[in-house]
C-alpha cells in the first residue's frame, strides 16, 4: 500500500489510500473518531466500480482528517495506525491460544 498525502495543513490532513478498498479507511475512521481532538475524520471512493480483471475499485479511498488546532493529524493517523496493528496483535495471539486448546 502507498500513501499519497494531497493536503497538509496545520489541523487537516487529506491523504489518498492507493490499492485499497473499504477494509482499512472504515476502521480507520472509527478509530480515529475516538481520538481526543479529533474533529472529523471520513473517508471516500469517487468512483466505486470495480475494474473487471482485478476486482479493484478504479479508485482509491481519500481520507479526510481534521483536529484541533494543537494535534497534528499526520501523529494522530500514526497513533491510529498503531492501534490497528494492536487489535491484528491481539487477535492473532488469542487464535494462537485457542488453536493450543484444540
Do not use: F
Amino acid at each position: 500500500m502507498e500513501i499519497k498525502i494531497l493536503e497538509r495543513k496545520n489541523n487537516l490532513l487529506e491523504i489518498e489510500l492507493v490499492g485499497e478498498d473499504h477494509s482499512l479507511p472504515n476502521l480507520l475512521k472509527d478509530i480515529l473518531l475516538t481520538k481526543k481532538g479529533v474533529k472529523m475524520a471520513s473517508y471516500s471512493i469517487d468512483h466505486p466500480l470495480l475494474h473487471p480483471e482485478t476486482g479493484r475499485y478504479i479508485s482509491n479511498p481519500k481520507m479526510t482528517i481534521i483536529t484541533d488546532d494543537n494535534i497534528d493529524p499526520v501523529e494522530v493517523l500514526k497513533e491510529a495506525l498503531k492501534d490497528v496493528i494492536k487489535m491484528c496483535d491481539t487477535a492473532l495471539k488469542e487464535l494462537e491460544e485457542q488453536k493450543k486448546e484444540l
